[in-house]
């Protein structure tokens, strides 16, 4: 029987869980944690997840601020917002949405935010704070990964993982992520040869590629620990349009020991998990 790893579920569990948190920690006194979005441009797609992330927030507590400037800003003046962001003894986190328009250097932006105010996790000192085994604020949507792991007790230790996928934002924290919980890691990617050859030998495979159904039965050998984090729109011959993920579910679920839906995996646990960055970050800054 295929066990189906809800990340719906779990991270509506995990927002109570820190609503009530926070309740107990205003209830004696302390201010709110908060949350600064920063967003550039009007890309609809990023303006929908602003607007879910917002609505997260305030579901548990958290201050959340939209920071949305136009296309048009300069560099600089987006640098010097984030500079402030970073002094402001009210915001806990900060979050620079991507992606950004044409002829703004993320790299620079996402490396000015104050390393403890990363709630994205990839400042390259968490990043580092990752290789190391150090505390420290994770990237979100592998985070979530784990933590779907950890509650369905699948334990990466002695697995052997494979990650299809090295973006700094989801492929290479994942396999750093498994290689700390002690599984034996192989990162692939569009020039690996034999790919499906190597994907049959994984007890984990992790998909972040953003190919449609990519990864069919015949990739996959039974009783693997199957886990989706592609998102993909797809549009219908008669103009409608439905999300689905790099792996082939109809075919893949039978065989599968575990398995992500899509939508409704990971895709809720990334926002479960920058509330709890949010959280952390705000216990540390007032050692409650």
């Not at 369905?152 to 934002?169: E, K, M, W």
Request: charge should be neutral; glycine fraction near 10%.
């Amino acid at each position: 029987m295929t066990q189906l790893l809800d990340g719906k579920a779990l991270a509506a569990q995990v927002q109570t869980e820190l609503g009530q948190t926070i309740q107990t920690l205003t209830a004696q006194g302390h201010r709110p944690p908060g949350l600064a979005v920063v967003m550039v441009g009007d890309n609809p797609a990023s303006a929908a997840y602003v607007r879910n992330k917002a609505r997260a927030c305030s579901k548990v507590g958290i201050v959340s601020q939209v920071r949305h400037l136009p296309a048009s800003t300069p560099q600089t003046e987006v640098m010097t917002l984030v500079q402030q962001l970073n002094t402001d003894s009210l915001v806990d986190g900060i979050l620079i949405q991507l992606p950004l328009p044409d002829g703004f250097d993320a790299v620079a932006l996402l490396n000015a935010i104050d390393p403890d105010k990363d709630v994205d996790g990839l400042h390259p000192i968490n990043l580092g704070r990752l290789v190391r085994g150090e505390p420290g604020l994770r990237s979100c949507t592998p985070y979530g990964v784990m933590r779907l792991l950890s509650t369905h007790g699948l334990d990466p230790g002695g697995a052997n993982a494979v990650v299809i996928g090295r973006s700094i934002l989801v492929g290479k924290p994942m396999a750093l992520m498994l290689l700390e919980a002690n599984a034996t890691v192989t990162i692939a990617h569009a020039r690996t040869v034999n790919l499906a050859g190597l994907t049959r030998q994984a007890d984990i495979l992790v998909a972040a590629v953003g190919r449609p159904g990519m990864i069919g039965a015949d990739w996959v050998k039974p009783g693997t620990v199957v886990i989706d984090i592609g998102i993909n729109r797809v549009e219908k011959p008669d103009g409608s349009a439905h999300l689905v993920g790099d792996v082939d579910f109809a075919s893949v679920a039978p065989e599968a020991r575990a398995i992500t839906p899509v939508p409704g995996g990971v895709g809720p646990m990334t926002v479960a998990m920058l509330l709890e960055n949010t959280l952390t970050s705000y216990r540390q800054r007032l050692h409650v």
